[in-house]
């Protein structure tokens, strides 16, 4: 089986993979256009692959428990920003809303989404069942080559 097969074959998985966990991310209710779900990377590595996201899917995925350390404001902030809840139709400040937000977390927590697991349940199921097809099939074809140089 050559390099460029095999290069092929792990390009493919890394694109599978990484829409899988997009598709599980938006079933987490993370949006398309977040940059969390922008920021999901899959590459191959001589061992498996390996998978990039922004760090804050940690958190997503554990929670936050009441009474934790609070979120920085300035967070909080640039967060509002994003989203556009940065507008407040009652005139109240930017600021002041991060701190509200800020309390109401730090009182409350944050469920955890628990999306690493299914994630690493799907990575193992897609890489068992496509990495043999893939290379049993490569495989295959060398065999038949072989075959028809005899």
């Known amino acids: 089986m050559n390099d460029k097969i095999i290069k092929s074959i792990l390009k493919d998985l890394s694109k599978e993979l990484k829409s ?28 498996g692959f390996q998978v990039w996201a922004n760090d804050y899917l ?9 009474g934790a350390k609070k979120i920085p404001i ?6 509002l920003k994003k989203t556009g809840i940065s507008k407040t139709n009652k005139g109240a400040k930017l600021i002041n809303l991060a701190f509200i937000i800020q309390k109401s977390i730090y ?23 496509r990495f043999e097809e893939e290379f049993l099939k490569a495989v295959e074809e060398d065999i038949t080559k072989s075959l028809k140089t005899i």
């Open 107 to 129: 009182k409350k927590g944050i469920k955890s989404k628990n999306i690493l697991k299914p994630i690493e349940k799907e990575m193992e199921a897609i890489l068992e069942i």
């Open 20 to 47: 899988s966990i997009q598709q599980i991310l938006l079933y987490n209710k993370i949006k398309k256009s977040s940059d969390l779900y922008k920021s999901v990377e899959v590459k191959p590595t001589l061992t």
């Open 74 to 79: 300035k967070d909080l902030i640039r967060w």
């Open 58 to 66: 940690e958190y997503i995925d554990s929670g936050r428990k009441p």
